[in-house]
Protein backbone atom coordinates (compact mmCIF):
# COMPACT_ATOMS: atom_id res chain seq x y z
CA UNK A 1 0.00 0.00 0.00
CA UNK A 2 1.05 3.68 -0.62
CA UNK A 3 1.72 5.87 2.67
CA UNK A 4 3.38 9.51 2.81
CA UNK A 5 5.75 10.91 5.24
CA UNK A 6 6.70 14.42 5.96
CA UNK A 7 9.55 15.85 8.07
CA UNK A 8 9.46 17.46 10.40
CA UNK A 9 6.55 17.08 12.15
CA UNK A 10 6.83 20.64 13.86
CA UNK A 11 9.35 23.54 13.13
CA UNK A 12 10.03 27.02 15.06
CA UNK A 13 12.61 29.49 13.11
CA UNK A 14 13.47 33.06 13.27
CA UNK A 15 12.45 35.14 10.71
CA UNK A 16 15.01 35.25 7.91
CA UNK A 17 16.53 31.58 8.42
CA UNK A 18 16.09 28.94 5.80
CA UNK A 19 13.89 26.13 5.25
CA UNK A 20 13.61 22.93 4.16
CA UNK A 21 10.22 20.40 4.13
CA UNK A 22 10.33 17.03 3.08
CA UNK A 23 7.90 14.62 2.08
CA UNK A 24 8.56 11.51 0.74
CA UNK A 25 5.95 8.75 -1.10
CA UNK A 26 6.28 4.85 -0.85
CA UNK A 27 4.28 2.45 -2.36
CA UNK A 28 4.04 3.75 -6.13
CA UNK A 29 6.16 5.25 -8.91
CA UNK A 30 5.83 8.81 -10.96
CA UNK A 31 3.35 10.48 -8.95
CA UNK A 32 1.98 13.38 -9.13
CA UNK A 33 2.93 15.42 -5.83
CA UNK A 34 1.42 18.82 -4.27
CA UNK A 35 2.63 21.33 -1.60
CA UNK A 36 -0.24 23.10 -0.28
CA UNK A 37 -0.38 25.45 2.47
CA UNK A 38 -2.95 26.14 5.14
CA UNK A 39 -3.04 29.36 7.20
CA UNK A 40 -4.59 29.41 10.80
CA UNK A 41 -8.53 29.85 10.00
CA UNK A 42 -8.10 29.58 6.05
CA UNK A 43 -8.49 26.72 3.71
CA UNK A 44 -6.26 25.14 1.00
CA UNK A 45 -3.48 26.71 -0.90
CA UNK A 46 -1.96 24.99 -3.87
CA UNK A 47 1.99 26.03 -3.50
CA UNK A 48 3.77 23.68 -6.31
CA UNK A 49 2.97 20.91 -7.73
CA UNK A 50 5.06 18.49 -10.28
CA UNK A 51 4.46 15.87 -12.24
CA UNK A 52 8.02 14.23 -12.89
CA UNK A 53 11.42 14.51 -11.16
CA UNK A 54 12.66 17.70 -12.15
CA UNK A 55 9.68 19.17 -13.25
CA UNK A 56 7.91 22.42 -11.08
CA UNK A 57 5.10 24.06 -11.55
CA UNK A 58 4.23 27.00 -9.47
CA UNK A 59 1.09 28.45 -8.50
CA UNK A 60 1.40 31.51 -6.27
CA UNK A 61 4.74 33.84 -6.80
CA UNK A 62 6.53 33.95 -3.02
CA UNK A 63 9.51 33.14 -1.26
CA UNK A 64 9.58 29.56 -1.12
CA UNK A 65 10.95 27.34 -4.06
CA UNK A 66 10.29 23.63 -4.51
CA UNK A 67 12.30 20.73 -6.09
CA UNK A 68 11.58 17.13 -6.94
CA UNK A 69 15.42 15.64 -6.94
CA UNK A 70 14.27 12.22 -6.64
CA UNK A 71 10.60 10.31 -8.27
CA UNK A 72 9.61 10.37 -5.00
CA UNK A 73 11.04 12.87 -2.78
CA UNK A 74 9.43 16.28 -2.50
CA UNK A 75 11.41 19.06 -1.15
CA UNK A 76 9.83 22.48 -0.24
CA UNK A 77 12.63 25.54 0.52
CA UNK A 78 12.72 29.14 1.51
CA UNK A 79 16.35 31.13 1.40
CA UNK A 80 14.55 33.94 4.20
CA UNK A 81 11.73 32.84 5.91
CA UNK A 82 8.78 35.70 6.47
CA UNK A 83 6.07 36.02 9.53
CA UNK A 84 3.18 35.26 6.54
CA UNK A 85 5.18 31.55 6.00
CA UNK A 86 3.90 30.53 9.47
CA UNK A 87 1.08 27.85 8.83
CA UNK A 88 0.47 24.16 8.30
CA UNK A 89 2.33 22.28 4.97
CA UNK A 90 0.82 19.81 3.83
CA UNK A 91 2.13 17.38 1.09
CA UNK A 92 -0.10 15.32 -1.46
CA UNK A 93 0.30 13.04 -4.19
CA UNK A 94 -2.12 11.44 -7.04
CA UNK A 95 -1.71 8.64 -10.20
CA UNK A 96 -3.04 11.50 -12.23
CA UNK A 97 -5.45 8.94 -13.17
CA UNK A 98 -8.95 9.60 -14.41
CA UNK A 99 -10.35 11.09 -11.24
CA UNK A 100 -7.74 12.59 -9.76
CA UNK A 101 -8.36 12.15 -5.83
CA UNK A 102 -5.74 13.34 -3.70
CA UNK A 103 -3.93 11.69 -0.67
CA UNK A 104 -2.40 13.51 2.03
CA UNK A 105 0.74 13.49 4.21
CA UNK A 106 -0.32 14.46 8.08
CA UNK A 107 1.58 17.80 7.60
CA UNK A 108 4.54 20.16 8.87
CA UNK A 109 3.31 22.77 11.57
CA UNK A 110 5.43 25.57 10.38
CA UNK A 111 6.05 29.01 13.20
CA UNK A 112 7.84 31.90 12.25
CA UNK A 113 8.86 33.91 14.75
CA UNK B 1 -13.44 29.73 -13.82
CA UNK B 2 -13.22 27.09 -11.68
CA UNK B 3 -14.80 27.43 -8.01
CA UNK B 4 -16.14 25.81 -5.14
CA UNK B 5 -18.20 27.29 -2.81
CA UNK B 6 -18.88 26.01 0.91
CA UNK B 7 -20.96 26.82 3.84
CA UNK B 8 -19.49 28.81 5.92
CA UNK B 9 -19.01 28.06 9.75
CA UNK B 10 -18.44 26.79 12.14
CA UNK B 11 -21.12 24.21 12.52
CA UNK B 12 -22.20 23.12 16.19
CA UNK B 13 -24.39 20.43 16.83
CA UNK B 14 -25.74 17.87 19.43
CA UNK B 15 -24.85 14.62 19.18
CA UNK B 16 -26.99 12.81 17.29
CA UNK B 17 -28.34 15.42 15.24
CA UNK B 18 -28.82 15.52 11.10
CA UNK B 19 -26.14 16.82 9.57
CA UNK B 20 -25.67 19.11 6.13
CA UNK B 21 -22.90 20.88 4.70
CA UNK B 22 -23.87 22.85 1.50
CA UNK B 23 -21.11 22.57 -1.40
CA UNK B 24 -21.87 23.98 -4.69
CA UNK B 25 -19.36 24.22 -7.64
CA UNK B 26 -18.52 26.09 -10.82
CA UNK B 27 -16.80 24.11 -13.39
CA UNK B 28 -16.16 23.68 -17.28
CA UNK B 29 -16.39 20.24 -18.49
CA UNK B 30 -17.35 17.00 -15.92
CA UNK B 31 -15.00 17.58 -12.74
CA UNK B 32 -15.13 14.48 -10.02
CA UNK B 33 -16.44 15.75 -6.62
CA UNK B 34 -14.63 14.97 -3.00
CA UNK B 35 -15.45 15.35 0.67
CA UNK B 36 -12.18 15.79 2.54
CA UNK B 37 -11.78 15.36 6.45
CA UNK B 38 -9.16 17.22 8.29
CA UNK B 39 -9.30 15.77 12.22
CA UNK B 40 -6.98 18.50 14.45
CA UNK B 41 -3.45 18.70 13.49
CA UNK B 42 -3.81 15.84 10.90
CA UNK B 43 -3.78 16.15 7.53
CA UNK B 44 -6.43 15.65 5.17
CA UNK B 45 -8.50 11.95 4.39
CA UNK B 46 -10.58 11.57 1.55
CA UNK B 47 -14.01 10.96 2.94
CA UNK B 48 -15.59 10.02 -0.04
CA UNK B 49 -16.04 11.17 -3.42
CA UNK B 50 -17.90 10.68 -6.80
CA UNK B 51 -16.93 10.86 -10.51
CA UNK B 52 -20.29 11.74 -12.63
CA UNK B 53 -23.66 12.73 -12.48
CA UNK B 54 -26.04 11.03 -9.98
CA UNK B 55 -23.67 8.96 -8.57
CA UNK B 56 -23.96 8.81 -4.12
CA UNK B 57 -20.79 8.98 -2.56
CA UNK B 58 -20.89 7.36 0.89
CA UNK B 59 -18.49 6.71 3.44
CA UNK B 60 -19.05 6.09 7.55
CA UNK B 61 -22.33 7.19 7.47
CA UNK B 62 -21.48 10.43 5.45
CA UNK B 63 -23.13 10.41 2.00
CA UNK B 64 -23.10 12.84 -0.66
CA UNK B 65 -25.33 13.30 -4.15
CA UNK B 66 -23.21 14.94 -7.80
CA UNK B 67 -26.08 16.76 -8.88
CA UNK B 68 -25.04 18.20 -12.08
CA UNK B 69 -28.73 20.41 -12.68
CA UNK B 70 -27.71 22.25 -9.45
CA UNK B 71 -24.21 22.06 -9.59
CA UNK B 72 -24.08 20.82 -5.90
CA UNK B 73 -22.55 17.91 -3.47
CA UNK B 74 -24.08 18.76 -0.47
CA UNK B 75 -23.01 16.26 2.95
CA UNK B 76 -25.27 14.74 4.82
CA UNK B 77 -25.12 12.31 8.05
CA UNK B 78 -27.85 11.19 9.78
CA UNK B 79 -26.68 11.31 13.43
CA UNK B 80 -23.38 12.44 13.93
CA UNK B 81 -21.16 11.92 17.15
CA UNK B 82 -18.50 13.75 18.76
CA UNK B 83 -16.25 12.04 16.79
CA UNK B 84 -16.82 13.45 13.66
CA UNK B 85 -15.90 16.90 14.95
CA UNK B 86 -13.22 18.14 12.03
CA UNK B 87 -12.99 20.85 9.13
CA UNK B 88 -14.97 19.18 5.71
CA UNK B 89 -13.76 20.46 2.78
CA UNK B 90 -15.16 20.19 -0.55
CA UNK B 91 -13.06 20.00 -4.05
CA UNK B 92 -13.53 19.22 -7.37
CA UNK B 93 -11.11 17.94 -9.88
CA UNK B 94 -11.40 18.69 -13.59
CA UNK B 95 -10.99 15.07 -15.72
CA UNK B 96 -8.75 16.50 -18.54
CA UNK B 97 -5.10 16.11 -18.98
CA UNK B 98 -4.04 19.89 -19.11
CA UNK B 99 -5.36 19.73 -15.17
CA UNK B 100 -2.38 17.44 -14.38
CA UNK B 101 -5.00 15.82 -10.96
CA UNK B 102 -5.19 19.52 -9.69
CA UNK B 103 -7.81 20.08 -7.02
CA UNK B 104 -9.87 22.91 -6.54
CA UNK B 105 -10.92 22.95 -2.73
CA UNK B 106 -13.93 25.19 -0.85
CA UNK B 107 -12.79 27.49 2.46
CA UNK B 108 -14.22 24.13 4.64
CA UNK B 109 -16.52 23.83 7.03
CA UNK B 110 -15.56 23.28 10.87
CA UNK B 111 -18.18 21.05 12.40
CA UNK B 112 -17.89 21.14 16.15
CA UNK B 113 -20.57 18.00 18.24
CA UNK B 114 -21.30 17.87 21.05
CA UNK B 115 -22.31 15.74 23.83
Known amino acids: SQTIHQWPATLVQPVGSPLSLECTVE??????LYWYRQAAGRGLQLLFY??????ISSEVPQNLSASRPQDRQFILSSKKLLLSDSGFYLC????????????FGPGTRLTVL | GNSVTQMEGPVTLSEEAFLTINCTYTATGYPSLFWYVQYPGEGLQLLLKATKADDKGSNKGFEATYRKETTSFHLEKGSVQVSDSAVYFCALSLNYGGSQGNLIFGKGTKLSVKP
Open chain 1, 92 to 103: AWNTGGLYNEQF
Open chain 1, 50 to 55: SVGIGQ
Open chain 1, 27 to 32: GTSNPN
